[in-house]
């Protein structure tokens, strides 16, 4: 069977030796708006490119707001900022996830709980979540969720879009709405996808996007906030640019900011990215079908998007029969020049989470030692 797969692969990526699991693709005017940068000197954060950026983001996501920053972390670290997550607080998110996700948590001295994922999407199970709160949460006089546990707010919810499949983000809304509780939604995975013909991100009180080198937009680095919100919008604006007072000539600021905004020469590239973006979108998703029917013809689950969904396919993904299994074709594959991964490794099981709160996590567990990451490239 690792015979057939990694002869399928490589008949996908032809020219590569090795395989990477997702290279950046630079076909565009890349080189071009680089130098007009260089030429024009505006290689920070003030330049035509950042805006045009923002304003391309805010067109395709349908958000109203867009903040171009310098990372999808830092983007995730403004956003519990907006959210007034404070130090102490508890923030709800899934233990299958980047650990930039509780990273960021722990940036604002906040306690991330984790709540298991379902199968379907591979993001945070909306019924555990309901289940954790009718056990755990109790609304208060203040109008703010606690941790009848702990004693802790509970300060807000991350979801998060794993490999660009979206969540029930519906669902998780109208659970968080119930019990006060602001969602923050780490789409750093999503850029393009869909669900119930809305983009992920615009759902909650605060999107996230990253555009690091491996996402199907690339700026080298980067990130994005995005809402509907005008006063949180001018709010993260101000924040990421180190709280500075708008003047000719005076250093004035307010309050402790955060220099993150991006700049000028990052945002070239992703306007660049974003000229051939649509053709992104439709290789990476011919990809996945191509996937998709081969797996089905060996017998092995391919991770498909979730129903109401039309995902970027941004890491395609296999789920194999055990740990053991997973550890054979990892070697397998990369001797044969093909690069995979296994999936993150669980938030909980790493040292500086292991004493937060969690639920059971059969779903995320039985992920975590099965699911492999396969070359995602778009195909040249």
């Known amino acids: 069977m690792f015979e057939k797969i990694v002869g399928f692969i490589k008949s996908l990526y032809p020219a590569e030796n090795p395989v ?19 030429d024009t000197t505006y290689v920070s954060y003030v330049g035509q490119y950042v805006s045009r950026f923002e304003d391309e ?12 920053v310098s990372s999808g972390t ?9 959210a007034d997550v404070s130090p102490g607080d508890e923030v709800i998110t899934q233990p299958l996830t980047f650990v930039a996700t509780a990273n960021a948590i722990s940036y604002r001295s906040a306690q991330p709980v984790f ?3 379902e199968r379907s999407t591979l993001g945070l199970d909306p019924d555990e979540l309901n289940d954790f709160l009718i056990s ?20 807000a919810c991350v979801p998060m879009h794993t490999l660009g499949h979206p969540v ?17 939604e780490d789409a750093a995975e999503a850029l393009g996808s869909f669900y119930m013909g ?19 937009v690339t700026t080298g680095g980067g990130g994005m906030i995005i809402t509907n919100d005008e006063i949180l919008a001018a709010k993260a604006r101000h924040l990421t640019t180190t709280a500075k007072e708008p003047h000719p000539w005076e250093f004035v600021h307010d309050e ?17 990215q974003m000229e051939c973006f649509a053709g992104i979108l439709e290789n990476k998703r011919a990809t996945a079908q191509m996937y998709n029917q081969f797996f089905q013809e060996i017998g092995v689950p391919f991770i498909t998007e979730p129903a109401h969904a039309r995902s970027n396919y941004w890491m395609n993904a296999i789920v194999l029969k055990d740990r053991l299994e997973r550890e054979q074709f990892l070697a397998y594959s990369r001797g044969k020049g093909i690069q995979t991964r296994p999936v993150w490794r669980l938030m909980p099981n790493l040292p500086m989470y292991r004493h937060c709160q969690c639920t059971e996590l059969n779903t995320a567990q039985g992920l975590e030692e099965r699911l492999v990451n396969i070359p995602s490239s778009v195909r040249i």
Do not use: W
Not at 20 to 38: Q, T, V, W
Not at 198 to 214: K, M, P, V, Y
């Open 198 to 216: 809305q983009h992920a991100g615009t759902f909650g009180d605060i999107g996230i996007l990253s555009f690091n080198g491996n996402k199907p």
């Open 57 to 68: 983001i805010r067109q395709l996501t349908g958000a109203k707001y867009a903040v171009a």
């Open 256 to 272: 402790v900011g955060y220099n993150y905004r991006m700049p000028n020469i990052n945002a070239a590239v992703g306007c660049a």
């Open 74 to 82: 830092a983007a995730l670290h403004v956003a519990l900022l907006l």
């Open 20 to 38: 990477p699991l997702h290279a950046p693709r630079f076909s565009g005017n890349e080189k071009k708006y680089l130098m007009d940068c260089i």
């Open 115 to 117: 709540v298991d994922v």
């Open 168 to 184: 029930r983000i519906d669902q998780i809304i109208e659970i968080c709405q119930r019990y006060k509780i602001p969602i923050i």
């Open 136 to 155: 755990n949460g109790i609304l208060k006089l203040d109008g703010r969720c606690y941790n009848k546990i702990t004693g802790r707010k509970i300060a």
